[in-house]
């Protein structure tokens, strides 16, 4: 896995009512905690605003029930 930095584009949950029905946003990291600890801006497919503060680290996103975390893009 990669080490958190500024600028970085990272996934976490999102409500699919403000996501165009998508349940899944990119962010990009806005500041830095630790390895696992971020703060992000989530930019969600509308015209909804959405920062998220000391969001942690998980494996994946599948089955998560609250939208304090994020995961690393799927490499292709």
Same mark, same amino acid.
């Not at 971020?38 to 969600?44: A, K």
């Not at 909804?48 to 292709?76: F, I, Y």
């Given at each position: 896995?990669?080490? /958190? ?7 976490? /949950? +999102? $409500? /699919? +009512?403000? @996501? @165009? ?5 990119? +962010?990009?990291?806005?500041? =830095?905690?630790n $390895?696992?600890v971020?703060? =992000?801006?989530?930019?969600?497919d ?8 000391? =969001?942690? %680290?998980? $494996? !994946? %996103?599948?089955? =998560? ?5 994020? !995961? ?5």
């Open positions: 896995m990669s080490t /958190p930095s500024l600028g970085q584009i990272v996934l976490v /949950p +999102a $409500d /699919p +009512a403000v @996501n @165009n029905g998508g349940d899944v946003a990119p +962010a990009i990291i806005t500041r =830095v905690w $390895d696992e971020v703060n =992000v801006r989530v930019l969600l509308s015209d909804a605003v959405q920062w998220r503060t000391s =969001v942690k %680290l998980v $494996d !994946t %996103l599948e089955g =998560v029930e609250h939208k304090h975390c994020w !995961t690393w893009p799927p490499r292709v």
